[in-house]
């Protein structure tokens, strides 16, 4: 079993930064995938970006690329995903989850989830 705790989110008005962390326990993450999801209001959860088990490869949804890193510490069993340029439309409840499946944009791909931080971005 895998415990994902996110945290670093917050009320941050809209062009600043916030980087949020998902630190893991029960289970080494190096032999997992990551990726971040959010859930705005009203809305499905949808795919923000993922990194391979090793952190040589990620992918982003289009409304982030650019403006959204992701990076992993394996060492420190934590995930991160750096958010730039932030807008009031990337207000949301941002969850990280684990697969053991190669990076994927599908949620029904990951098995573990974190219960999520909430991000408000004001205008």
């Known amino acids: 079993q895998v415990q994902l705790v996110e945290s670093g989110g917050g009320l941050v008005q809209a062009g600043g930064s916030l980087r949020l962390s998902c630190a893991a326990s029960?289970?080494?993450?190096?032999?997992?995938?990551m990726g971040w999801f959010r859930q705005a209001p009203r809305k499905e959860r949808e795919f923000v970006g993922a990194?391979?088990?090793?952190?040589?490869?990620?992918y982003y949804a289009d409304s982030v690329k650019g403006r959204f890193t992701i990076s992993r510490d394996n060492a420190k069993n934590t995930v991160y995903l750096q958010m730039n340029s932030l807008k009031p439309e990337d207000t949301a409840v941002y969850y990280c989850?684990?697969?053991?499946?190669?990076?994927?944009?599908?949620?029904?791909?990951?098995?573990?989830w974190g219960q999520g931080t909430r991000v408000t971005v004001s205008s």
């Open positions: 990194i391979s088990w090793h952190g040589g490869r990620t």
């Open positions: 989850a684990a697969s053991p499946y190669s990076y994927s944009d599908s949620l029904e791909k990951y098995g573990y």
């Open positions: 029960g289970r080494t993450l190096s032999g997992y995938s």
